[in-house]
C-alpha cells in the first residue's frame, strides 16, 4: 500500500514568487492536513481537509491557502512568498479524521527554500 | 489555546539503556488523545505510540511506554533498552477529540544515542 506522497521533494523559489504543493494521500483516506516546520516556530498546524472542505484552519495569513479534489489529493498554494515561507512543508492523511480515532499518516515533505 | 511543551531540546542516552522524554501540556478539554512521533533525518514523522485521555492505563508498544498523568497533564516517553535506530527527533503532539486531524506539536527533543 502506497504511503503519502508530497512532490516536489524540494523547491527554490524567489520571494514574490508563488508555489503549489502537491499531497496524494493514502488510498481511501479523506482527511489530509498540512504543517509548516520550522527552526524557529516548529510545527504549526496549516489548515485540514475532509471531503474536499476545510474543516480546521491554522494561525496562517492569507496568503497560504489549499484545496482538495474529489480524490482527495491536496494541493496548498503560497502566493507573494517571503523569505520566512522557508519550510518544510509536511502533509498528513487519515481515514476520517473525525471524532472517531484514526492514525495520521505523514509524508516525507516539501523543502521549499525562499531566496 | 492548548500548548504543548518538552522541555528537553536534547537528551542523550547509552545504547542499551533506558530514557524518559518529557512533555506537558494545557487544555481545558476533558477529552483529548496524546502522542509521540519520531523525526529520523528522513524527516518522516512516524507514530511512536499514543494515548487516549479517558483511558487510565498507560500505553505500551514494544520497548515504548508512556507514563500519562492527567490531573499534572504531563505525558512522558520512556524508550528501554535503547537503539542506535531510536536516534531521532521525537515531538508530543496532543489532539483534542473532536477537532478532526488538527495536531498541536511541542517543540521536540533530539535524542542521541550512543554506541
Known amino acids: 500500500k502506497a504511503g503519502v506522497t508530497q512532490t516536489p521533494r524540494y523547491l527554490i523559489k524567489t520571494r514574490g514568487q508563488q508555489v503549489t504543493l502537491s499531497c496524494s494521500p493514502i488510498s481511501g483516506h479523506r482527511s489530509v492536513s498540512w504543517y509548516q516546520q520550522t527552526p524557529g516556530q516548529g510545527l504549526q498546524f496549516l489548515f485540514e481537509y475532509f471531503s474536499e472542505t476545510q474543516r480546521n484552519k491554522g494561525n496562517f495569513p492569507g496568503r497560504f491557502s489549499g484545496r482538495q479534489f474529489s480524490n482527495s489529493r491536496s494541493e496548498m498554494n503560497v502566493s507573494t512568498l517571503e523569505l520566512g515561507d522557508s519550510a518544510l512543508y509536511l502533509c498528513a492523511s487519515s481515514l476520517w479524521g473525525a471524532v472517531v480515532d484514526t492514525e495520521a499518516f505523514f509524508g516525507q515533505g516539501t523543502r521549499l527554500t525562499v531566496v | 489555546a492548548q500548548t504543548v511543551t518538552q522541555s528537553q531540546p536534547e537528551m542523550s542516552v547509552q545504547e542499551a539503556e533506558t530514557v524518559t522524554l518529557s512533555c506537558t501540556y494545557d487544555t481545558s478539554e476533558s477529552d483529548y488523545y496524546l502522542f509521540w512521533y519520531k523525526q529520523p533525518p528522513s524527516r518522516q514523522m512516524i507514530l511512536v505510540i499514543r494515548?487516549?485521555?479517558?483511558?487510565?492505563q498507560n500505553a505500551t508498544e514494544n520497548r515504548f511506554s508512556v507514563n500519562f498523568q492527567k490531573a499534572a497533564k504531563s505525558f512522558s516517553l520512556k524508550i528501554s533498552d535503547s537503539q542506535l535506530g531510536d536516534a531521532a527527533m521525537y515531538f508530543c503532539?496532543?489532539?483534542?477529540?473532536?477537532?478532526?486531524?488538527?495536531?498541536?506539536f511541542g517543540g521536540g527533543t533530539r535524542l542521541m544515542v550512543k554506541p
Open positions: 494515548q487516549e485521555a479517558y483511558k487510565q
Open positions: 503532539a496532543y489532539r483534542a477529540y473532536n477537532a478532526g486531524n488538527m495536531l498541536t
